[in-house]
């Protein structure tokens, strides 16, 4: 692989990573000139971040204005979590009974990092927890489209579900309590269970930011 491209891939994870740990919080307006500064890159691989980033709906890239982290709109939320309760209940209600002995053992160990880091108070890292275990559920289905979807919105999945665990800490526990109520369920072989659990579970996350 050319340097050039090397370093574009390096200059994207990056400036992701400053965005989802909110180092530049939604709202922040920022310049090439002082990305280029804290990367330490060109304007070139800088300017082809930003053009990916922007296309996946972090930051929006304008002449006029400069760079803005995007804030995830009220819109923008309402419509991923729609399309997350639609997809991933379709998914449990197909996992139900099906999955292996070693995917069980995948879903124990993400659960058991939950737990800890929800005992931390370890938010960041819960959230980032949180949206790997149902990433990895629809993986286990085997749906490339609905695995590809799911892998277009994580991003922004990821911020969103900070604001509701920020929103208030408590739900860190809670959250995993329910993730554990959906994997229970799925073993067992309940689909209508392991829907209600995962139905119930994103339609709070829903309701609170709606709210807000």
């Known amino acids: 692989m050319p340097p050039r491209l090397l370093l574009k891939d390096r200059a994207y994870e990056d400036l992701k990573g400053l965005i989802?740990?909110?180092?530049?919080p939604p709202g922040s307006f920022l310049s090439e000139r002082q990305l280029t500064s804290q990367l330490d890159m060109s304007k070139t691989p800088i300017r082809?971040?930003?053009?990916?980033?922007?296309?996946?709906?972090?930051?929006?890239?304008?002449?006029?204005?400069?760079i803005l982290v995007r804030e995830v709109p009220l819109h923008e939320i309402v419509?991923?979590?729609?399309?997350?309760i639609a997809l991933e209940c379709f998914v449990v209600k197909n996992l139900a009974g099906n999955l292996t002995e070693e995917q069980w053992h995948q879903v124990n160990e993400s659960?058991?990092?939950?737990?800890?880091?929800?005992?931390?108070?370890?938010?960041?890292?819960?959230?980032?927890?949180d949206a790997d275990f149902h990433l990895m559920l629809c993986s286990f289905l085997g749906n490339r489209e609905i695995v590809a979807t799911m892998c277009r919105l994580r991003d922004r999945l990821y911020r969103i579900a900070l604001r509701v665990m920020r929103h208030d800490v408590g739900r860190m526990k809670t959250s995993c309590d329910e993730h554990r109520r959906i994997?229970?369920?799925?073993?067992?072989?309940?689909s209508v269970g392991a829907v209600a659990h995962v139905e119930a579970h994103l339609t709070y996350g829903k309701q609170v930011l709606v709210a807000r």
Request: one cysteine or more; glycine letters at 8%; charged letters at 25%.
């Open 20 to 24: 989802l740990q909110e180092v530049f």
């Open 79 to 84: 419509d991923i979590f729609d399309v997350r």
């Open 48 to 66: 082809a971040a930003l053009e990916r980033l922007e296309s996946e709906g972090l930051v929006t890239v304008s002449p006029q204005q400069g």
């Open 183 to 190: 994997a229970n369920s799925i073993y067992d072989g309940d």
């Open 111 to 129: 659960l058991n990092a939950q737990d800890t880091c929800a005992e931390g108070a370890d938010v960041q890292r819960c959230t980032m927890l």
